[in-house]
């Protein structure tokens, strides 16, 4: 019997069925049932594919156990906030941080790529007014296959790289628009002497003419480098996170041959969900609802008893059995935002006093249900005057260049197949 190998047998007849074990750089090994089904006629079982692994990649490596997250073996320490958003999604694309010149390049040739056809901007008008801009900025990514409609040809290295770099550009003037179609006020074009995240936030923000308005009510006349940064780190965490729901989701339809931008598009409808990228509005609404910090100790009683439906959002991962690391570097952006920006609100009184109950209470502690990403995003968003129904759209631009990085992979993998789960048939 090879040593690296799993032998499973079937007690109801005593046939053996052995597997290899493969071992990746990181992480558990893996147990290579590709072929189970042809040799025992039997599919194996698994809701949520939470001990599955559906693909071999070398971007994105999580250990939920010990709270690591890294970016082609970069910690995300290293990361956010400490290197720029368009350089993570250098890293990310290429495999490499660019060089101060390769930085530069990229960030001039982003800035040039993210005006959108005039023809996409007049689908905005189509839209009725109100629509949440996650419905309306799906709608438009879907849109812009039609603009990009031509067979991209994968050995063209030059043609691959345009068509990543032109959805990370375009994903936040689309964005932007999806806004501002929502409320009914005019179009804001991009601004190539801005950057990346400086563009979007003027983009969501400037009257027509470029005169700035404060979101919150108000005019100003710049926005603010702690906000820039602020926001290019949340850019950073939420650039890719392994095979969650909506990647998977990108992949699988990648699988099936269909337009990329397509492909983005069903990511977004992935994320949208409120278990999902969803997350961080429900954050918000919650934190609204409590009210004020004298009524979080019943808020915390509430999520303790077993017989009361409520749950405390922002609070455990799926994968992260302890911290969330990103939710650590939020953390610590949080409060510098608040120092900085001079932020005094209700609100975010209630955050604080929600989290220095829970982090200090045993129930939670001893089920690892530590704040997570969700948690600290949405209140941060909310500092820098972000709309709640923004939240997910920023999550989308961070996550599109992720998104984008795994349909190349699997693209460019010579074994990869049509996705297709089979089934434990009860029906009659």
């Known amino acids: 019997m090879a040593k690296n190998t799993m032998t499973l047998t079937d007690n109801r007849n005593g046939k053996s069925y052995e597997y290899d074990i493969l071992s990746g750089t990181r992480g558990p090994d893996v147990v290579n049932i590709s072929t189970f089904y042809k040799d ?40 956010a906030g400490k290197h720029s958003y368009l350089d993570v999604c250098h890293l990310l694309m290429k495999g490499k941080l660019p060089t101060p010149e390769e ?29 949440h801009p996650m419905a309306t900025l799906g709608a438009a990514v879907m849109a812009l296959s039609t603009f990009y409609k031509e ?96 990647t998977t989701t990108v992949r699988n339809v990648g699988s099936t041959e269909a337009h990329p931008y397509v492909a983005i598009a069903s990511g ?9 990228g969803g997350a961080n509005e429900k954050v918000m609404d919650q934190l609204r609802m409590i009210g004020d910090v ?22 455990g991962h799926r994968v992260y059995k302890n911290r969330d690391p990103r939710a650590e570097t939020l953390k610590k952006l949080q409060d510098k935002l608040r120092v900085e920006l001079n932020l005094d609100s209700q609100l975010l009184d209630v955050a604080a006093a929600v989290e220095e109950a829970a982090l200090n209470d045993d129930y939670f502690k001893q089920r690892g249900l530590y704040p997570n990403i969700d948690f600290y995003s949405g209140v941060i968003l909310t500092a820098l005057r972000i709309p709640v129904e923004m939240f997910t759209p920023i999550f989308v631009i961070g996550r599109t260049v992720g998104w984008i990085t795994q349909w190349s992979e699997l693209k460019q993998d010579p074994n990869h197949k049509i996705a297709r789960p089979r089934q434990l048939y009860t029906g009659k």
């Not at 709270?67 to 910690?75: T, V």
């Not at 977004?268 to 999902?276: E, K, Q, T, Y």
């Not at 019943?298 to 409520?310: G, H, L, T, V």
Request: aromatic share 12%.
């Open 40 to 79: 025992s006629g039997m599919f194996t079982y698994d809701p949520g594919y939470t001990s599955t692994a559906s693909c071999e990649s070398k971007i994105t490596f999580i250990d939920g156990e010990n709270s690591e997250l890294r970016y082609r073996g970069y910690p995300i320490e290293e990361l």
């Open 103 to 131: 930085s530069k390049d990229f960030d001039l040739e982003i800035r040039h790529r993210s005006f959108i056809n005039e023809g996409l901007v007049r689908i905005f008008d189509a839209f009725p007014d109100g629509a």
């Open 151 to 246: 067979h991209l040809n994968l050995e063209d290295e030059k043609e691959f790289m345009e068509m990543r770099r032109r959805i990370v550009a375009k994903m936040p003037t689309i964005a932007a628009m999806a806004y501002r179609n929502s409320i009914g006020v005019p179009m804001i074009y991009p601004d190539v002497d801005r950057y990346f995240t400086e563009n979007f936030l003027y983009m969501l923000r400037a009257y027509p003419g470029g005169k700035m308005k404060n979101l919150g009510g108000g005019l100003k006349d710049e926005i603010k480098q702690v906000e820039v940064d602020a926001l290019d780190a949340i850019f950073t965490l939420h650039a890719d996170h392994e095979q969650n729901a909506s």
């Open 268 to 276: 977004i409808a992935a994320l949208w969900g409120s278990a999902h």
């Open 294 to 315: 004298k009524n979080v100790p019943s808020y915390i009683a509430k999520a303790k008893d077993k017989n009361d439906p409520f749950r405390l959002m922002g609070f």
